[in-house]
């Protein structure tokens, strides 16, 4: 059962009942973009994901920012990542206060009109209170998966352009957007290409995110500037729905808004929108910028010709030493990171890599502690 307040279906059509991977959103205005929250002290994360799935195989793209987060944290996640809406899953009887508090955070953070809908468990009686603290919509448990992703369809509304908001971050985020969609070309002075731009590559599961995250805390313990970070993840061929989760591995909570985070689908390795966001990201004031790749595996070389350093991550039993071999990720990095240095087999992908690094650094991290992080950061920042 889905309860609706100040929406109109009138102009969209029908879902079909059943909800098997496909694009039901090739319609809208633009692919909606939906940012699944889970604030306060609600380890509930089970039914989040299986929301998150559904709505991605619809042809959502799904920012998921984890467990734990404050009001502030969401609002600055959903603001700088331009989401339609977020969508808080509420399980730990906090709504009435966390709900309103985000309500106001993302006043503060220059995103008044950002929609925001919840679910969970939210009694009948406070139903009103929500509606009247400017939440659009509440969901009851039991809300079909359908009903879910048409609430999603709901908030995607035509987006004005980057100069409808003042905060300067939110006309940013809004600017990524449009020339990722390909909607707006904006003009090369309004573009300045960052001091520094790094990408990260390596395979999935090679721990890039968590690195990422890892060097974005030591990068502002530092002091060392404005940083911006951008990440790409796949978007699916068939449905166009991605869920981007690498925003997870960073504490916003603690960094608050003292980077730029921003997530990105992409269909295979085309990053042909990525010097415009590169420009952007510059011309907005950051002298600093982390490019993480959609990770697609051995062949993800194409990064390259968009950054000035290239770090290609590793974690140890990935694979003989032939594979060392194979043309590839290896050949453009300009330096390696062996991650999970904790792992089994650390000691042979370092030998391994000594072989064909040819005079190229190496770093040894476990990035999930930080470890390595500060002689990393080192490494790429060097001139
Ligand atoms: C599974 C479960 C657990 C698992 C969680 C596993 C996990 N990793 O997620 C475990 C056993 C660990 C657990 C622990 C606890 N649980 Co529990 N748990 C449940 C249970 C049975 C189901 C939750 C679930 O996953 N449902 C499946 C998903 C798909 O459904 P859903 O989340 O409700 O989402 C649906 C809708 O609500 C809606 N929806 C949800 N969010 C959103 C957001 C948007 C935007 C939209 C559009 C829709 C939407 O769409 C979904 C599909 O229909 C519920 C009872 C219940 N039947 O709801 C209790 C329940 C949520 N738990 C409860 C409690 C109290 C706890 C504990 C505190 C118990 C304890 N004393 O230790 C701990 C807290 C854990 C923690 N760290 O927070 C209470 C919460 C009471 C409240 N808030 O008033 C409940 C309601 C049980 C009860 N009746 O008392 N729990």
Known sequence: MVQLHGTSHADLPEMPASL??????????????????????????????????????????????????????????????????????????????????????????????????????????????????????????????????????????????????????????????????????????????????????????AGKSTLVASLAGEFVRRGLGRLAVVAFDPQSPITHGALLGDRLRVDFNTLDEKIFYRSLAITGEDYATLPLIVGLIGAAGFDTLFIETVGAGQNDVAIRQYVDRTAVVLVPGMGDSIQM?????????????????????????????????????IFETIATRGKGAPELLEGLLKD
């Not at 390696?336 to 042979?348: R, T, W």
Request: glycine residues 10%.
């Open 20 to 205: 098997e991977k496909a694009d039901r959103c090739a319609d809208l205005p633009h692919r909606p973009r939906v940012l699944l929250g889970k604030m306060g002290l609600d380890g509930h994360d089970r039914g989040v994901k299986l929301i998150a799935r559904a709505m991605r195989d619809s042809g959502i793209h799904v920012i998921y920012s984890g467990l734990w987060q404050t009001p502030r944290s969401l609002a600055i996640s959903a603001r700088d990542e331009d989401v339609d809406c977020i969508a808080a899953s509420m399980m730990s009887n906090s709504h009435l206060v966390l709900v309103p508090r985000l309500m106001e955070e993302c006043r503060a953070v220059g995103r008044p009109d950002m929609i925001v809908n919840i679910g969970g468990i939210i009694p009948q009686a406070d139903v009103q209170i929500m509606i009247e603290t400017g939440v659009c919509e509440v969901h009851h448990t039991g809300t079909s998966m359908a009903d879910i992703v048409e609430s999603v369809r709901r908030a995607a509304r035509p987006r004005s352009g980057p100069e409808c908001y003042e905060h300067p971050t939110a006309s940013l985020a809004r600017a990524l957007s449009l020339a990722h969609e390909g909607r707006w070309k904006p003009e090369a002075a309004a573009q300045r290409r960052p001091g520094r731009v790094i990408g990260i590559t390596g395979s999935p599961g």
């Open 325 to 361: 071999d194979k043309a590839g990720l290896l050949e453009i990095g300009d330096l390696f990171v062996c991650n999970k240095a904790d792992f089994p087999g650390e000691a042979n992908l370092v030998r391994d890599l000594l072989d064909v690094a040819q005079g190229r650094p």
